[in-house]
């Protein structure tokens, strides 16, 4: 994997973790918790790494149900949150600490203290990474997280439709702004393959994630198929890397998880 130098920029944001890389999207819907969770195993499972997942969509934290983690996390001697772990990998989620159905109506500076809470306050040990689940968008919350965290890289997430991926560019140029480089873009649902003839359907659209990564100077990383099987792993808290490895879409995860 790529060696990146937080030395460079002032040192690790939290003690004992080497590197903090963000999976985002400028739009919601697109598959980024999807993508943040099966990479995250990849890299654990498939690297030997030491492996942190943050679920920083405060809004719709979606890592409780995808990684099957749901007790309340225990507190260390320290006052620290002890982060649950599945699938070799630590996580911490605001889904942890809140009721499943309550609305979380939190205004920004709540939203600010909550991340630093579940960054600095929790007992991560000594990570070689951690995976934030950012939340989707450009605004106060995903910039913050950018500048706090020094985050060593982004992954951005777009479907090949036109409207997620100008969603995606705004994205992109957020991160150019604050000098978070671009670890590439991961085109998800890029087509769908029916089970029983085989015949490709590009859903979304067909060429659209190549086209902007080349535009916005960024590597295509990785092309996700729609299917079932990731789907019904994201639910059942069984991420595809784990429920069937050797299928040709968690090689694909596999496969962006090598590019971090
Ligand atoms: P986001 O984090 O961008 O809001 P999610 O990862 O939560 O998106 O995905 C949204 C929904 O789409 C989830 O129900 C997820 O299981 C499903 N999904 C994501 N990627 C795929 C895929 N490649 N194939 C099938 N379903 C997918």
């Not at 070689?128 to 106060?140: A, C, Q, S």
Request: aromatic letters at 4%.
């Amino acid at each position: 994997r790529r060696c990146y130098s937080t030395a460079a920029k002032g040192g690790p944001s939290i003690a004992g973790v080497s590197d903090i890389i963000a999976v985002a999207s400028g739009k919601g819907g697109v598959g980024k918790s999807t993508t943040a969770v099966n990479i995250a195993v990849a890299l654990a499972k498939k690297f030997q790494l030491k492996v942190g997942l943050l679920d920083a969509d405060i809004y719709g934290p979606s890592i409780p149900t995808m990684m099957n983690l749901h007790a309340k996390p225990e507190v260390s001697e320290d006052m620290k949150m002890i982060p649950a772990k599945n699938h070799g990998v630590q996580c911490m989620s605001i889904g942890f600490l809140v009721d499943k159905d309550a609305p979380i109506v939190w205004r920004g500076p709540m939203v600010m203290s909550a991340l630093e809470k579940m960054t600095k306050g929790v007992a991560w040990g000594n990570l070689d990474i951690l995976v934030v689940d950012m939340p989707p968008g450009t605004g106060d919350a995903q910039l913050s997280i950018s500048q706090r965290l020094r985050l060593s890289g982004a992954l951005i997430v777009s479907t090949p439709q036109d409207i997620a991926l100008i969603d995606a560019r705004r994205g992109a140029n957020m991160f150019r702004k604050v000098q978070v480089p671009i670890l590439g873009l991961v085109e998800n649902m890029s087509c769908f393959r029916c089970p029983r003839c085989g015949e490709k359907s590009y859903i979304f659209g067909e060429g659209g994630a190549q086209r902007t990564a080349e535009e916005m100077d960024m590597k295509l990383v990785g092309e996700i198929p729609l299917e079932i099987d990731i789907r019904t792993g994201s639910d059942e808290g069984k991420p595809i890397v784990i429920s069937s490895p050797d299928s040709a879409s968690a090689q694909a995860y596999i496969q962006v998880a090598e590019k971090v």
